[in-house]
């Protein structure tokens, strides 16, 4: 036999990225993984990977703070800080809603977040990371836990502000 034809059901949830690749009627998204019918791969799994999935044009939006003025220093790229004044509202929940200016969907790797520079008391000690396909959906959780610092004695504080991250 010269050449085979192996034709198989491309949904992600019932084949492996093995049997997708060897499949003559499936491919592979290049972000994701997740398998696909030949030519019905999403344009946003074949975008070019980006650093960070949170740009400058991103839109910002804060709740649980009584200053309303949504800062993008909170994902500016550098060590600048993000206030959240919380005055009278210490029982509500805190938070930033972050929509990328790109609009396309996106896989979150990694999150940085980094302790206040002279507050011990005005450090986030734990997160919840949630995300959604657009406003309609529903928000799912992606992680959340503890921070570092929440637990530990002594650690290095971010001493410079403004520095910029170069994210890899």
Same mark, same amino acid.
């Given at each position: ?38 030519? !019905?791969?999403?344009?946003? !799994?074949?975008? !070019? ?37 919380? &005055?009278?509202l210490l029982e509500d929940p805190t938070g930033l809603v972050i929509t990328p200016s790109h609009q396309r969907l996106s896989i979150a !790797? ?7 520079? $002279?507050?011990? $008391?005005? &450090? ?13 959906? $529903? ?30």
């Amino acid at each position: 036999v010269s050449n085979i034809q192996l034709t198989r059901s491309c949904s992600s949830e019932t084949i492996t990225q093995s049997q997708c690749s060897q499949a003559s009627n499936c491919e592979s998204g290049q972000v994701s993984g997740g398998c696909y019918n030949m030519g !019905e791969v999403p344009a946003w !799994e074949t975008a !070019e990977s980006v650093f960070s999935i949170f740009d400058v044009g991103s839109t910002v939006t804060s709740f649980g703070c009584t200053n309303t003025e949504a800062s993008n220093s909170a994902l500016d790229g550098t060590t600048s800080k993000y206030f959240c004044d919380r &005055d009278n509202l210490l029982e509500d929940p805190t938070g930033l809603v972050i929509t990328p200016s790109h609009q396309r969907l996106s896989i979150a !790797e990694g999150m940085r977040v980094y302790a206040h520079n $002279n507050c011990p $008391n005005c &450090d986030t000690v734990s997160y919840l990371f949630e995300g959604r396909a657009n406003s309609a959906s $529903n928000w799912i959780q992606i992680s959340q836990g503890d921070l570092p610092w929440k637990t530990a004695t002594r650690f290095d504080r971010n001493s410079v502000l403004g520095l910029d991250i170069s994210s890899t």
